[in-house]
């Protein structure tokens, strides 16, 4: 089955620098790569997402590429804010007939320091 | 409109008891799905409902674990005779049209401590 691998797993950055967190996947034929954000205690927020026949997509201050030769993906939060601190969560999505659950990696903690 | 939401949000069960926990989908959304949350991990995928067919059902990691989904709305996950390693976060994500709309979105979760 996918399997996502997620780096790094904590991550502290200045308020309004840049923070870049990046996942890989194992399973070619997976075409959607969601990325959720967790508040503690919070239900997963989806922020942004990708399918496969793009290469980036931008929302205001968080981007997302994706590299399908490589098979890996990374979110860009922009102009970084203390509202941004919380766990991101990377998934992807194997595309094969009947199989729609996403797989997730293991999460980044991210704190940005006023 | 409403999201999705479940209940209870916290239990507590003693080891060997049974608990159900309840889903309810955004208003006709096709897909249901639930995850278990375990401290500090992401979530991972027990269960897949599109209306009332369970088609997935590869996740849910011992026959003590059932979900249902009856009238294709509601869903129940029912966990037999509780063990402490059930300690976790049931979460549930609904999705609008069947397999062709990937979005998620997710409840808040059921967090359930075996004792």
């Known amino acids: 089955g996918e399997n996502v691998e997620q780096h790094p797993s904590t991550l502290s950055v200045q308020e309004g620098d840049s923070a870049v967190i990046k996942c890989t996947y194992s399973?070619?034929?997976?075409?959607?790569f969601p990325w959720y954000k967790q508040e503690l205690g919070k239900r997963p927020q989806l922020i942004i997402d990708?399918?496969?026949?793009?290469g980036e997509k931008k929302d205001q201050r968080i981007a997302v590429t994706l590299n399908k030769t490589a098979k890996h993906f990374s979110l860009h939060i922009t102009e970084t804010q203390p509202e941004d601190s919380a766990v991101y969560f990377c998934?992807?999505?194997?595309?094969?007939?009947?199989?729609?659950?996403?797989?997730f990696g293991k999460g980044t903690k991210l704190s940005v320091i006023p | 409109g409403a999201g999705v939401s479940q209940s209870p949000r916290y239990k507590v069960a003693k080891r060997g008891q049974d608990v159900a926990l309840r889903c309810d989908p955004i208003?006709?959304?096709?897909?249901l799905f639930w995850y278990q949350q375990a401290l500090g991990q992401g979530p991972e995928f027990l269960t897949y409902?599109?209306?009332?067919?369970?088609?997935?059902k590869s996740g849910l990691p011992s026959d003590r674990f059932f979900a249902e989904r009856p009238e294709g709305s509601v869903s129940t996950l029912k966990i037999q005779r509780t063990q402490q390693e059930d300690s976790a976060v049931y979460l549930c994500a609904s999705s609008p049209a069947g397999g062709r709309s990937e979005e998620q979105y997710f409840g808040p979760g059921t967090r359930l401590t075996v004792t």
């Open positions: 990708i399918r496969s026949n793009v």
């Open positions: 208003s006709g959304h096709v897909s």
């Open positions: 998934a992807g999505r194997y595309s094969g007939a009947g199989s729609y659950q996403l797989t």
């Open positions: 409902f599109q209306n009332e067919a369970q088609l997935d």
């Open positions: 399973d070619s034929a997976s075409n959607y």
